[in-house]
């Protein structure tokens, strides 16, 4: 399944490490030293420039999005449910 992370941008679920409340940055010295350290590793991408809510961590990018992170938790949520209902449902038939 996909998850839309804000303008044009949409990635896989499974891709996604972790969802970060923007502001989690400046409330732990930890978290911030650990996304400076991730984007040197990463590529970094702004979503939009003027807007930034969370932050979606994936093996190979960071995202800067203009959704927030209570959203796209739900949205990752909401896949979840799907993804188990597909497979009672595989189970199910014969």
Do not use: C
């Amino acid at each position: 399944m996909f998850i839309h992370l804000g303008g044009d941008v949409i990635i896989r679920s499974k891709e996604i490490i972790a969802i970060l409340n923007w502001e989690v940055q400046e409330q732990s010295p930890i978290t911030g030293v650990y996304l400076k350290e991730e984007e040197k590793r990463k590529k970094k991408i702004v979503i939009s420039e003027d807007y930034i809510k969370s932050i979606v961590l994936t093996d190979d990018e960071i995202y800067y999005s203009p959704v927030s992170s209570l959203t796209l938790n739900r949205r990752a949520q909401g896949l979840a449910l799907l993804d188990m209902n597909v497979e009672i449902e595989d189970e199910i038939e014969p």
